[in-house]
């Protein structure tokens, strides 16, 4: 079994991990996420050329719930 693949983004500072069906996306504190929820949280506003996360094809659809809001009451 292959070790997987992991990528830290240099510019965001956060972990990508290959994985089948999706690569998914470590942050730095809260739950694992998308490489969608990443571009729209991090990497949109950090707008490097250096960030690992740039590439439309890669990241996919970002849908309305990648990017940041409060959480509702009673989600916790
Ligand atoms: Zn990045």
Do not use: H
């Not at 290959?18 to 950090?46: H, I, M, N, Y």
């Not at 094809?57 to 959480?71: E, M, N, Q, R, S």
């Amino acid at each position: 079994m292959a070790e997987p693949q992991e990528q830290v983004c240099p510019v965001c500072s956060v972990k990508i991990i290959a994985a089948p069906g999706g690569d998914r996306v470590v942050f730095s504190s809260g739950p694992e996420g998308t490489r969608a929820k990443l571009w729209a949280r991090v990497c949109q506003f950090a707008n490097k050329p250096a960030c690992i996360n740039r590439d439309r094809d890669t990241i996919g659809t970002v849908t309305d719930k990648d990017y940041f809001k409060a959480d509702p009451p009673g989600s916790k």
